[in-house]
Every structure is written in structure tokens, then in C-alpha cells.
């Protein structure tokens, strides 16, 4: 059988990579490409399906290491109506939020995925989703986004990580929740060094004996400043590069910022991927 997820309107197909396009309303996202009105969303929007992308991410809360913490209903106010202009477009539709009263609101306006970089560790989180049909996207940080990237340290990044997606599960799927509901994201950026997020994608293969469809989004973040030397907007060609090895090591789900680039990227990792099966003898 091929591996699958079921989220809120969807059961999405992961025999292929899948693109999720981060479409930020804010006005303080660390890539500068916040939209801060519902018509700008929705150009967003249209361009980055046209582009390629398969799941669209909304987030109304900057988790940038030192950004400002948005109110609960300041963030209700500047998801909830994207969501709902956004069912039209026919793809899932993820929010990305740390807080259940945003989770149940965006559940109820169509959320097919809430994706919480905080692990639904919040109280009352849990809760906000346990009875949805939405799939949960648990991610790894350490520490909080204001101070997360205050010396972080590990004894081994690999196994902790590891270790915290695993209990995390255990923990949703004791309380009621579906593992086909369940994916899972090493949070590359949020609490680690770079020499941690490397060597974490470089084992991102060992997050498959947890059976989960992984998530990656490494799209302009530092980690590829720190190697290639290039600013923010410069870092499409690595984030895509970036990508194909997540892929390579597993990771079924690519979320970035830079869409057509990422597409096609993977159309080239998925063309020789054919070629490789069919000279493959019998």
C-alpha cells in the first residue's frame, strides 16, 4: 500500500513528494515576504499553485528566533479568513500555530492540517484536535522561539530528536488519535546549531523507523547561509538542493517558500529515480 495521509477533506497520496508553500500573513516574516491583506493572500496563493505547490501553510505568527508573540485573537483574525478563502483553491490547507483556540477556529473554517512547531504541547492543544478529521504535524524544537538559538547544545541531536517525535506520537495516539493522521518534522533551525541541523539531515533517514510521512522545511534558513555565504533571498537553489537530499533521505513532504524551484528540482530527483528502476534488472 502506498503511504498516505489523511487530513480533514483529504487523503493525500505520499508515493510522490508533495510541495507545501508557506504563505506567511504576517508583517514580520524573517523572509520578507509576509502578506498583510486577505487580497494579497489570495494572489499568493494562486501563484503558488500555478507553481506547483500541493498544500498551502498559513501562519499568522512569526516564529523567527526573537520575534514578537502574537495575541490569540490578533492571530484569529488574520488566519481564519484566509482559510476560508482558501477552500476554494481544492489543496490541503495547513496552519501553522501554536495556540488550540487558532487550531479549533481554523478546524472549523476547513483546516485540513495543523501543523505546531511546538508539538501540541500546549495546554488544551490536544484537546482542540483529538476528535478533528485535520492531520497533526509534530515538530522538534528546543526551547522557545525567542531563545532557542542561545547556545544550543545536544549529546546527540540525532537520538534526541528521535526520542521527543516518539514520545510526542505515543502521547497523540494515546489520546485518541489516528497514527494516519500523524506526520512528523525535525523543526531544522528551531534550537540547533548548524552543525546539528547537518547532521540531523544527514541522518533524517533514522525518522523512518517511527513509520511516519516526514516533513522538512529548510527553505532560506540560516543553515544554508551559513554554507553558500548568500543572504535570505539568495537561497533558492540551495533550499532546492537542500530538499532533494531530505528526499533522498525519506522525507515525503518539502515545505517551502521558493515553489518552482523546489518543483523542479524534484522532477529531476523523480526522472532519475524512473531511469534508475528501469535499468534496474528484473
Same mark, same amino acid.
Given at each position: @500500500?502506498?503511504?498516505?495521509?489523511?487530513?480533514?477533506?483529504?487523503?493525500?497520496?505520499?508515493?510522490?513528494?508533495?510541495? @507545501? #508553500?508557506?504563505?506567511?500573513?504576517?508583517?514580520?516574516?524573517?523572509?520578507?515576504?509576509?502578506?498583510?491583506?486577505?487580497?494579497?493572500?489570495?494572489?499568493? #496563493?494562486?501563484?503558488?499553485?500555478?507553481?506547483? &505547490?500541493?498544500?498551502?501553510?498559513?501562519?499568522?505568527?512569526?516564529?523567527?528566533?526573537?520575534?514578537?508573540?502574537?495575541?490569540?485573537?490578533? *492571530?484569529?483574525?488574520?488566519?481564519?479568513?484566509?482559510?476560508?478563502?482558501?477552500?476554494?483553491?481544492?489543496?490541503?490547507?495547513?496552519? =501553522?500555530?501554536?495556540?488550540?483556540?487558532?487550531?479549533? *477556529?481554523?478546524?472549523?473554517?476547513?483546516?485540513?492540517?495543523?501543523? =505546531?512547531?511546538?508539538?501540541?504541547?500546549?495546554?488544551?492543544?490536544?484537546?482542540?484536535?483529538?476528535?478533528?478529521? &485535520?492531520?497533526?504535524?509534530? @515538530?522538534?524544537?528546543?526551547?522557545?522561539? *525567542?531563545?532557542?538559538?542561545? &547556545?544550543?547544545?545536544?549529546?546527540?541531536?540525532?537520538? *534526541?530528536?528521535?526520542?521527543?517525535?516518539?514520545?510526542?506520537?505515543?502521547?497523540?495516539?494515546? $489520546?485518541?488519535?489516528?497514527?494516519?493522521?500523524?506526520?512528523? =518534522?525535525?523543526?531544522?533551525?528551531?534550537?540547533?546549531?548548524?552543525?546539528?541541523?547537518?547532521?540531523?539531515?544527514?541522518?533524517?533517514?533514522?525518522?523512518?523507523?517511527?513509520?511516519?510521512?516526514?516533513?522538512?522545511?529548510?527553505?532560506?534558513?540560516?543553515?544554508?547561509?551559513?554554507?553558500?555565504?548568500?543572504?535570505?533571498?539568495?537561497?533558492?537553489?540551495?533550499?532546492?538542493?537542500?530538499?532533494?537530499?531530505?528526499?533522498?533521505?525519506?522525507?515525503?513532504?518539502?515545505?517551502?517558500? =521558493?515553489? $518552482?524551484?523546489?518543483?523542479?528540482?524534484?522532477?529531476?530527483?523523480?526522472?532519475?529515480?524512473? &531511469?534508475?528502476?528501469? #535499468?534496474?534488472?528484473?
Amino acid at each position: @500500500m502506498s503511504p498516505s495521509l489523511s487530513c480533514g477533506r483529504f487523503r493525500l497520496d505520499l508515493s510522490t513528494p508533495r510541495i @507545501m #508553500a508557506i504563505v506567511n500573513v504576517t508583517p514580520d516574516s524573517f523572509s520578507g515576504d509576509g502578506c498583510t491583506s486577505l487580497d494579497a493572500a489570495l494572489r499568493a #496563493a494562486e501563484r503558488l499553485i500555478a507553481e506547483g &505547490a500541493e498544500i498551502l501553510d498559513i501562519g499568522g505568527e512569526s516564529s523567527r528566533p526573537g520575534a514578537v508573540v502574537v495575541g490569540v485573537q490578533e *492571530e484569529i483574525d488574520r488566519v481564519v479568513p484566509v482559510v476560508e478563502a482558501f477552500v476554494q483553491f481544492g489543496v490541503p490547507l495547513s496552519v =501553522d500555530t501554536v495556540k488550540p483556540a487558532v487550531m479549533r *477556529e481554523s478546524i472549523r473554517v476547513g483546516a485540513d492540517i495543523i501543523n =505546531d512547531i511546538s508539538a501540541f504541547q500546549a495546554e488544551g492543544a490536544v484537546d482542540a484536535v483529538r476528535d478533528a478529521s &485535520a492531520a497533526l504535524c509534530v @515538530m522538534h524544537m528546543k526551547g522557545r522561539p *525567542e531563545t532557542m538559538q542561545i &547556545a544550543p547544545r545536544y549529546d546527540s541531536v540525532l537520538s *534526541e530528536v528521535e526520542g521527543f517525535l516518539a514520545g510526542r506520537v505515543q502521547s497523540l495516539v494515546g $489520546a485518541g488519535v489516528s497514527e494516519e493522521r500523524i506526520l512528523i =518534522d525535525p523543526g531544522f533551525g528551531f534550537g540547533k546549531t548548524v552543525d546539528h541541523n547537518f547532521a540531523l539531515l544527514n541522518g533524517l533517514h533514522r525518522l523512518g523507523v517511527l513509520g511516519l510521512p516526514v516533513l522538512v522545511g529548510m527553505s532560506r534558513k540560516s543553515m544554508l547561509g551559513a554554507v553558500t555565504g548568500r543572504d535570505i533571498a539568495d537561497r533558492v537553489v540551495s533550499g532546492a538542493a537542500a530538499a532533494i537530499v531530505a528526499l533522498q533521505k525519506g522525507a515525503r513532504i518539502v515545505r517551502t517558500h =521558493d515553489v $518552482a524551484a523546489t518543483r523542479d528540482a524534484i522532477r529531476i530527483w523523480l526522472a532519475l529515480e524512473a &531511469a534508475r528502476l528501469a #535499468a534496474s534488472p528484473e
